[in-house]
């Protein structure tokens, strides 16, 4: 997966399968400029991996086939829809790869990217990939994702976090400075 082309995340089309992503960005957000410059020549280090798994798939019933489900192209094209939300992000400024496997190697490739590779939103940035738990549902605080990049519609439905995104773009160039 990581050796192939990456897509312009905002060209990502509909496709059938599940399996494992990667997010590059290669843009001038000021906590990222050594993710920017790590990326410049060949986008290597990513920003954010997940998974996505048929439907079904994370509770292990009534798993829909793989070779039935958009799972994938549906998943990074949510990621798409939360940067273009983003107040202080372009959307033109991230690419991704990604690899249709077999269900039962989704967990394991994930877990095993992201140690590899530590991306800065799975490690240090939560709520990126979240997704807005409804009404019933919203318990807690605002991500720090989303206090960093203010504009998904759902978000100022949580209260909002005690840390300032100053304090958390701070943490954001220490991390990418041990890092890389």
Known sequence: MMETEATPL?????????????IYYSGSFPAYELLRRANEDKLVVPIYIGKAVPKGGRRGIEVTAHTNSRALSDRIREHAN????ADNLDIADFHARWLVVEDIWIPLGESALIREHRPVWNALLDGFGNHDPGKGRRAGIRTRWDTLHPGRPWAPNFPPRDETPDAIEQDV?????SRL
């Open 10 to 22: 905002d060209d990502v089309l509909r496709f059938v399968g599940a399996g494992l992503y990667a």
């Open 82 to 85: 939360s940067v273009r939300a």
């Open 173 to 177: 160039r220490e991390y990418l400075r």
